[in-house]
């Protein structure tokens, strides 16, 4: 078989995107505070899958005996809440929840508002223009507003709670997407495509998506600690996550009572929410960073 310049260039394009995410991987590995992040929210997600396994005890099991025991009490190492149930174990069950409610309404946004994003930025002109100002709509209210005002009006629960959260995230992202994919459309290897007859379809796919998911992917991990808070501020005003479900927001609303007598217990689902939240948002910044091609 011949070597020619056509079966040249596909494997120069391989070799390149593979080198640049090698030099991607090499920077991140650079950076020891977005490595710790990831370790810490690796660990947080292999907690919440093998939580039966992990967790000492049953997270709805209580003991009146036993309600508001101290951090140390012997058969509760962090204590027992308000109706005496295990604290680590509910700590340990609630990260499933958390986690979910801090993800999933991220990654179905990522998908929904890259598309819509992607789409307005390519084909540009009426579409752009009509497909954006809807979005201004929604954009133009407080997130946390907007998922309590659909949260209310939709009524509490998991569902419900990430609905409104996938709503409160498909416009940002769609605008990062539609600004990203507006300046790749400007580039001249775009416009050579498109004089040589190749469609928009094909276009987008070959050379529009490898350039705008990358950005538009860490912009959204950025998002998953806003989630997260957003999703136990829901939980925290009865909107979100229903008792007896152990989930970290629910577990502060029912321990806020107990911050007189048993401050430090009361404090553990915040803990967590700030740790996992802070270790999201360091990783996304040290994905951005490695992502960074002037550096």
Known sequence: MAVTAETIAPLATIEKSQGYWRSVWT?????????????????????????????????LQGSMIKRLSP????????????????MLSRLIYGARLSLFMGVVPVLIAFAIGSTIGIAAGYLGGWV?????????????????????????ALGAGILNGLLSLTVVFIPPIARVAESVTTSVRKL???EAAQASGASSLQIVRDHVLGNVLGPIFVYSTSLISVSMILAAG??????????????WGLMLNTLRNAIYVQPWLAALPGVMIFLTSISFNMLSDGLRSAMDVKQ
């Open 128 to 152: 752009n223009t009509i497909t954006m100002r809807v979005l201004d709509v929604l954009y133009a209210f407080p997130s946390v507003l907007l998922a309590i005002a659909i949260s209310g």
């Open 27 to 59: 920077r991140f590995l650079r950076d020891k505070v977005a490595v710790c992040a990831g370790l810490v929210a690796a660990g947080l997600v292999l907690m919440a899958i093998f939580t039966p396994w992990i967790a000492p005890a049953d997270p």
């Open 188 to 190: 001249e290897y775009i």
């Open 234 to 247: 829901l939980s925290f005003l009865g909107l979100g996550v229903s008792p007896p479900n152990a989930e």
């Open 71 to 86: 951090i140390g009490t012997e058969g509760y190492p962090l204590g027992a809440d308000e109706l005496g149930r295990d």
